[in-house]
């Protein structure tokens, strides 16, 4: 509730910055629901740091208005943290597609960084009584303990998990790898979409913030533009009259044939491999 714990409450602004804030309108919302209803959720913290609940936090401070936290014990490191905030947001409707793809590739980066991580690092074993004391400080978090292997997630099952296709999953990493800062702004806004937006951001990096300053129109154009330029080459071909191709010799087919056999052979040699990965992953966790 709130009383002295609250003075104690850490605000850590990467983590008040790691999701996108509300807009104006929304947070005018959620002010109104506070004052009407209370704060029925607790806020979550990390030791003494603020996790989720920074908007409610703000709210409850700037008009006194009583507050719980709790603890979750699972976090035991910022990594921690981050999954769950992205877990969080991505179960709420009001996340839109680009931002759902966005967290789903940080997501991706956190567990592939730590994944690298366990697999260059021995184990380091710990004394008993280290450092018990400084572990229980207030104004820091828990110390991190190792974590069980665990591999990264593919790019399908990053968009399974983000109610997105595969393609929309690509076409937002690469927005995030070649849009403009302000082509970014745009999308994340709603002013295009994120077909728009990679279209726009395979073009060199001043046209695209020229076109983003002209406003929506402009940006629809270009992204309109850049599609049919890329269509026309494939259309052109089309029509083209096809050629018949020379007669190859007896040898030509037979080359061709080997390695045929050869791609049908290293395909089975994968496709087994992948097999017996699976049976080893569902021996380790059944």
Not at 112 to 138: F, G, N, W, Y
Request: with cysteine; charged share 30%; proline share 7%.
């Amino acid at each position: 509730m709130l009383g002295e714990a609250d003075l104690d409450i850490i605000v850590n602004e990467e983590l008040k910055a790691y999701i996108d804030p509300l807009t104006p309108e929304e947070h005018e919302s959620l002010e109104r629901s506070l004052l009407a209803e209370g704060c029925r959720d607790a806020l979550v913290l990390w030791g003494n740091v603020l996790v989720d609940g920074h908007n409610r936090y703000g709210i409850c401070q700037k008009h006194g208005l009583p507050f719980q936290t709790m603890q979750n014990p699972r976090f035991q490191s910022i990594e921690d943290v981050h999954l769950w905030m992205i877990d969080q947001h991505l179960g709420r409707r009001s996340v839109s597609d680009f931002q759902r793809g966005v967290l789903a590739l940080r997501k991706r980066e956190i567990l592939a960084q730590r994944s690298a991580i366990q697999a260059s690092t021995p184990p380091v074993p710990t004394t008993e009584h280290e450092d018990k004391d400084e572990a229980a400080s207030l104004d820091e978090p828990p110390a991190p303990t190792p974590h069980p292997a665990e591999r990264p997630p593919s790019r399908e099952a990053l968009a399974r998990e983000a109610k997105l296709s595969g393609n929309q999953v690509a076409l937002i990493e690469k927005i995030q790898k070649q849009a403009a800062p302000e082509v970014v702004a745009a999308v994340r806004s709603g002013m295009i979409s994120i077909n728009a937006a990679a279209a726009v951001s395979s073009l060199p990096e001043e046209e695209q913030r020229e076109a983003a300053l002209a406003g929506s129109k402009e940006l629809k154009e270009m992204a309109k533009r850049v599609r049919d330029a890329k269509r026309k080459p494939r259309d052109v071909a089309a029509k083209e009259p096809i050629t018949p191709s020379p007669v190859t010799s007896a040898d030509d087919d037979a080359d061709e044939l080997i390695t045929l056999r050869r791609q049908v052979a290293e395909l089975r040699e994968e496709n087994a491999a992948l097999r017996k990965e699976l049976a080893d992953l569902r021996a380790v966790s059944g």
